[in-house]
T-cell receptor, first 110, second 112 residues
Framework: DAKTTQPPSMDCAEGRAANLPCNHS???????VYWYRQIHSQGPQYIIH???NNETNEMASLIITEDRKSSTLILPHATLRDTAVYYC???????????FGTGTRLKVLA | NAGVTQTPKFQVLKTGQSMTLQCAQD?????MYWYRQDPGMGLRLIYY???????DKGEVPNGYNVSRLNKREFSLRLESAAPSQTSVYFC???????????FGPGTRLTVT
């Protein structure tokens, strides 16, 4: 399984875009990138995932570099409720296992 | 549609006691998971079950056993609790087409 590296913490001003980077330089061709977030001590919540192409949904956008060695999760207009720990995870196609790292603690500032 | 439910929400055990954490999902998902999360850490996979009748070890299976009772239920048993097992335990299930994981609210376990 590919390993991911994320900065331990980031701040973002309310209303601004939050750009959370993730490095997955050992990713292989059949591995997907997933993003989850965990607010307080609740169970993690799925945000978005992708393989090669950029993806967008109602919560966020996922930008994956052409070489797939890194990705960025974008929250376009961060609110105080987006304060959470964000996890970037790589999952191989056809496998059931997720390996969570320690994530990025995002604090949205008023 | 309750999603993933876990019982109990909180539990305090003495060293050496046993207990079973219960998890159920009503989304008809095939695969289910147990994770633990220690303070300030990410989640670590204990066991998972790809489908009814199968279970596999994750990263940290020692000290735990699991039972996939049926498609809905996946339980985690601590036979002889140790202080190192003090943690928050999360159960999850996976939507088959996209492998999105849905998590329960967690069980906060303290072993003294």
């Amino acid at each position: 399984d590919a390993k991911t590296t994320q900065p331990p913490s980031m701040d973002c001003a309310e209303g601004r875009a939050a750009n959370l980077p993730c490095n997955h330089s050992t990713i292989s061709g059949n591995e997907y990138v997933y993003w989850y977030r965990q607010i307080h001590s609740q169970g993690p919540q799925y945000i978005i995932h992708g393989l090669k192409n950029n993806e967008t949904n109602e919560m966020a956008s996922l930008i994956i570099t052409e070489d797939r060695k890194s990705s960025t999760l974008i929250l376009p207009h961060a609110t105080l409720r987006d304060t959470a720990v964000y996890y970037c995870i790589v999952r191989a196609s056809g496998t059931y296992k997720y390996i969570f790292g320690t994530g990025t603690r995002l604090k949205v500032l008023a | 549609n309750a999603g993933v439910t876990q019982t109990p929400k909180f539990q305090v055990l003495k060293t050496g006691q046993s207990m079973t954490l219960q998890c159920a999902q009503d989304m008809n998902h095939n695969s289910m998971y147990w994770y633990r999360q220690d303070p300030g850490m990410g989640l670590r996979l204990i066991y998972y079950s790809a489908s009814e009748g199968t279970t596999d070890k994750g990263e940290v299976p020692n000290g735990y056993n699991v039972s996939r009772l049926n498609k809905r239920e996946f339980s985690l048993r601590l036979e002889s609790a140790a202080p190192s097992q003090t943690s928050v335990y999360f159960c999850a299930s996976t939507y088959p087409r996209t492998y999105e994981q849905y998590f329960g609210p967690g069980t906060r376990l303290t072993v003294t």
